[in-house]
C-alpha cells in the first residue's frame, strides 16, 4: 500500500516518496519517462492522473517515486508531480492507485498504455514533517445513559 500525507495547514504541500518494483514490468527499459498514476478515490470515486517524478531507482529492487499533495487549488500541477487532495471531491481515505509505463515525458492521457501496478493508496493528514499528528477524524464517546437503548448515536468532534 502506498501511504501519502497531507499537510494540515492548506497552504503547505507535502513531498512524498514511495518504493515500488517496477522496473521488469516496463516493456521500454532503455527509455523509461515519468510513469503516470491515476488515483481513484473509493469515497467519492472520482480520478486523477499525475504524472510522478522519479526519485531514484536501483532497477533490481526498486524505483522511488515521488508525488507532491496539496490541499489549495492553487498548487495543482499534474505533469510536474503536483495533485491536490483532500478537498470535498478528493477526500482523505484510500484510492485505487493505478500506475501507467509513460511514453514520453509530456503525455498526461493513460489511454493504451501498460499498467505496471495497481493497488491501493492511503491519505491522511499531518502537521509535523513525517508523522502524522491530526487523526482525520475524532470521535467522542456517547455517555449519556437514556430510556432509548435502540438507538446508536455516532458524533463526529471534527473532520478536514
Known amino acids: 500500500m502506498i501511504q501519502f500525507k497531507l499537510r494540515a495547514n492548506s497552504l ?45 531507482t536501483d532497477k533490481e529492487r526498486y524505483m522511488r517515486l515521488g508525488v507532491t499533495t496539496a490541499q489549495a487549488a492553487g498548487f495543482e500541477n499534474l505533469p510536474n508531480g503536483v495533485i491536490q487532495l483532500g478537498t470535498t471531491n478528493f477526500p482523505l481515505g484510500f484510492y485505487d492507485a493505478t500506475i501507467y509505463e509513460n511514453t514520453s515525458t509530456e503525455n498526461m492521457d493513460t489511454t493504451g498504455l501498460n499498467i505496471v501496478y495497481y493497488g491501493v493508496m492511503n491519505l491522511e493528514i499531518t502537521e509535523g514533517a513525517v508523522e502524522p499528528s491530526v487523526p482525520p477524524v475524532v470521535y467522542n464517546e456517547y455517555t449519556t445513559n437514556d430510556t432509548d437503548t435502540e438507538a446508536v448515536y455516532v458524533t463526529s468532534a471534527g473532520a478536514y
Open 12 to 56: 503547505e504541500a507535502f513531498s512524498n516518496s514511495f518504493d515500488v518494483n517496477l522496473y521488469d514490468k516496463f516493456n521500454d527499459k532503455v527509455n523509461i519517462h515519468r510513469p503516470l498514476i491515476t488515483f481513484k478515490s473509493q469515497f467519492t470515486d472520482n480520478s486523477k492522473t499525475v504524472s510522478a517524478n522519479i526519485v531514484s
